[in-house]
């Protein structure tokens, strides 16, 4: 469904207890899998909550030599400055957007739908939520950096998401996508919606990857934007 239907298998889904009235849609990161993350969610999981971990696409990254691997859209490099793969976030937004469509028909509203990732899926998360014409939840944005930031206007507050809320988090000791990326994103973000909806959290030591203190904030995150009804 998110991807190229072509190449990606169905998402891995940890289902709700009990009817599921909010869903939590999570990109795993370059090279990885949903069922992963899946398994993390399964640990933090709140009853009415649904959670969607789609499998990226496999496609030749440049970063990678041009190896194929599960990716959403391709890489040229990790400089701050580098050319990025337009098309390839565009299109890769736009399946994620089929996705969040595909919820609302089976009775889930947008407003009860948060997006979130790490890493490159992360990136793909906060770029969707600017561009999507729906009213999302929130967005979980880990270890990531906010794509084709220029192509943002300054203050577009008009957008469906203009006063989203957003959980930001960072290891201060990432060494493939450093914590400088995520506070320029944040600062970006913050021309972008309302400033007093972001959360930005950074953890020390921690790399380029999850920790329990973090989980516990994404867990309260969830269950403070998606409480039941």
Known sequence: MCGNSMSAPLPAVVPAARKATAAVIFLHGLGDTGHGWASAFTGIKTPHVK?????????PVTLNMRMS?????????????????????????????ALIDHEVKNGIPSHRIMLGGFSQGGALSLYTA????????????LSCWLPLRNSFPQASASGANADVPLLQC???????????FGRQSVEKMRSLINPANITFKTYRGLAHDACPEE???????????????
């Open 51 to 59: 959670y969607i971990c789609p499998h990226a696409p496999t496609i």
């Open 130 to 141: 600017l561009t999507s014409q729906h009213k999302l939840a929130g967005v979980i944005a």
């Open 69 to 97: 691997m599960p990716a959403w859209f391709d890489i040229y490099s990790l400089n701050h400055d580098a050319d990025e793969d337009a098309s390839g976030i565009k299109r890769a937004s736009e399946n994620l957007k």
């Open 170 to 180: 960072h290891g201060d000791a990432d060494g493939i996508v450093p914590v400088h």
């Open 215 to 229: 989980m516990v904030e994404v867990k309260r995150f969830i269950e403070k934007q998606l409480p039941p009804i």
